[in-house]
């Protein structure tokens, strides 16, 4: 039961997914609000230029990949001609349709929404300038949401041929080589894109492994595709100089058999982002920053002055647009003077790579090192009915499991559409479903979400269509 309308006065500091959503809840709720974004509709980082430019490009670059592979089925379409005019056109129009819907339902909200620079003149007054022009605006309480930019390395020069993942998304050209400096979520997820299109990717990762947040037997099914689709991927190694010569980049590397130096039409640096706590007035407000420079928030996402919130980027990791939506709609809620906490069990995560790799809960290897007891079972997708239809047999899906009360407290797919499976996962772990739950759900036949069902029959000794070397016998 929601908060009866009322007269609070809520300011929201950017309009991106967690701002939006904390904006349209409050309004929802029946409070008086005030979204500023510099942008002219909300949408943020994620509308613009993050998730939905690069997840229109990743489809692209899906059905070049499926046009590429019909051949073996008997469908030869062969070489695709890409109209990068058509294709930047068709990006900016899905971006734009979304954020003109958002838009709209800013305005049906009846949302105060204004186009500046926000910052707080102190905890409960913040200006909003705009083209010399600045506004002050009282509030009773605020919610910052500016979200986060891109992190650069110092040795990179300031350069055409030198990207973020802002400029890669606009697409300028296909160059003939495209080093990446960053294995994470962007440089995988920006090289597949740049890979289909007829680029030439080396990916440098300086870590050992590719993804290093999830586990590694889902990621070596990534990398071995990558290894096919991408020219080199080079981990362990380091960028440790990087020119403009005037008609390339050259880099020089260090690691293990890696060729010292190399020359790239173009590069992008995709190695992490950084929150956007500098002039928002967050010291006039007396906001306070833990030691990573995230602003510190409690269960309610309330900051250390107790009229003030944050959520998303700014409020630390994992910095995805879901868990800022969330920590908005709590934030609003919370304003209104309903019970609420952000206190999930499981935030997905989800890499939109071909294939992809979505996880949820526990990895092993996070439930390895909290020392948290647990069994895991696979089921590899070389024994799905649904992934060979597709031909795409190259997946895995395992279950982390406590292995007392026999709960599920962890999920990681890869494959194709690993991340449209992920969800009822989430909900299983949220629920504190027993992987006898998820063993008995009946899932429709053929699809690749019965791979979770099948694991989960694993565990138990009793998948149909697959016979681990050490079956499992449940115990009594
Ligand atoms: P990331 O943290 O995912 O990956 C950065 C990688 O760069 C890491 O593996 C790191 O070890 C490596 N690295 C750092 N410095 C390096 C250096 N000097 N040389 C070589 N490697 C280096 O960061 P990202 O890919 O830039 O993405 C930023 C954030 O944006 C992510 O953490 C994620 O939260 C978000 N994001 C999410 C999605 C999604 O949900 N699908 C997609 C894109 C971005």
């Given at each position: ?7 609070t006065k809520v ?5 991106g997914p ?7 809840h409050?309004?929802?709720l ?6 500023i974004d ?12 993050g998730?939905?430019?690069s ?10 990949h499926e046009?590429r ?8 379409f062969?070489q695709?001609?890409i ?6 056109k ?13 838009g709209?339902?800013s ?6 929404y204004l186009?500046g ?5 102190d ?5 909003v ?10 509030c ?16 990179a020069?300031?350069s055409?041929?030198?990207m ?17 400096v ?10 597949c894109v740049?890979?289909a299109?007829g680029?030439q ?13 999830a ?10 595709r990558?290894n ?13 100089e ?19 130096e ?7 640096i995709?190695v992490?982002?950084r ?10 407000a ?9 602003i ?12 003030l ?7 630390g990791e994992?910095m995805?647009?879901h868990k ?10 919370t304003?209104a003077?309903?019970?609420a ?13 071909d ?7 526990h990895?092993e ?13 696979n ?6 009915g ?9 997946g ?7 292995p ?5 407290i962890?999920?990681g ?12 996962s989430v909900l ?16 429709p036949?053929?699809t690749?979400?019965e791979?979770?069902m ?8 009793h ?8 079956p499992?016998?449940?115990k009594?």
């Open positions: 039961m929601s908060a009866s309308p009322n007269n300011v929201v500091l950017g309009a967690g701002g939006y959503a904390a904006a349209f409050a309004a929802d029946g409070l008086d609000v005030t979204l510099r942008r002219a509709k909300p949408g943020g980082v994620c509308l613009y230029e998730c939905i430019p997840k229109t490009l990743l489809h692209t670059a899906r059905l070049i046009a592979d019909a051949a073996d089925w008997g469908i030869d062969g695709p001609k109209d990068l005019d058509q294709l930047r068709h990006s900016a129009g899905v971006v734009t349709k979304l954020t003109g819907g958002l709209a339902l305005k049906q909200r009846k949302i105060n186009v620079d926000a910052a707080f003149a905890p409960t007054h913040v200006t300038s705009s083209n010399g022009d600045t506004q002050t605006i009282e009773d309480n605020a919610i910052v949401a500016t979200g986060s930019r891109v992190a650069t390395i110092p040795i020069p300031d055409p041929r030198v973020d993942s802002t400029d890669a998304l606009m697409i300028p050209d296909i160059p003939k080589s495209l080093l990446i960053g294995g994470g979520y962007i440089g995988l997820e920006m090289g740049y890979s299109l680029a990717v080396t990916v440098v990762e300086m870590l050992p492994e590719l993804l290093p947040g586990d590694r037997d889902l990621v070596a099914h990534l990398h071995k990558l096919k689709d991408f020219k080199q991927i080079l981990t362990s190694t380091k960028v440790v990087m020119t403009d010569t005037g008609d390339a980049i050259a880099v020089k590397l260090s690691g293990v058999d890696v060729e010292p190399q020359t790239f039409d173009k590069a992008l995709a992490g982002r929150p956007n706590t500098e002039n928002i007035g967050l010291d006039e007396g906001v306070e920053l833990d030691a990573k420079g995230f510190t928030v409690d269960i309610n996402r309330r900051t250390n002055v107790p009229n919130f944050a959520i998303g980027d700014v409020a994992p995805l647009a800022a939506a969330h920590e908005g709609r709590v934030a609003a809620q304003i003077g309903d019970p906490a952000f206190d999930p069990n499981a935030i997905p995560a989800v890499v939109f790579t294939p992809e790799l979505a996880w949820c809960g990895t290897a996070t439930a390895r090192a909290a020392g948290i007891p647990h069994k895991v079972a089921f590899p997708w070389a024994a799905s649904r992934a060979t239809t597709l031909d795409r047999n190259d895995l899906t395992k279950l982390i499991i406590d007392h009360s026999e709960r599920i962890g999920v797919i890869v494959g194709v559409h690993a991340g449209e499976m992920l969800s009822e299983a772990i949220e629920m504190g479903a027993l992987v006898s739950d998820m063993a008995m759900t009946i899932h036949h053929p690749l979400s791979t979770i099948e694991a989960a029959d694993v565990f138990f000794g998948s149909a269509h697959y016979i681990p070397r050490q499992r016998t449940r009594s």
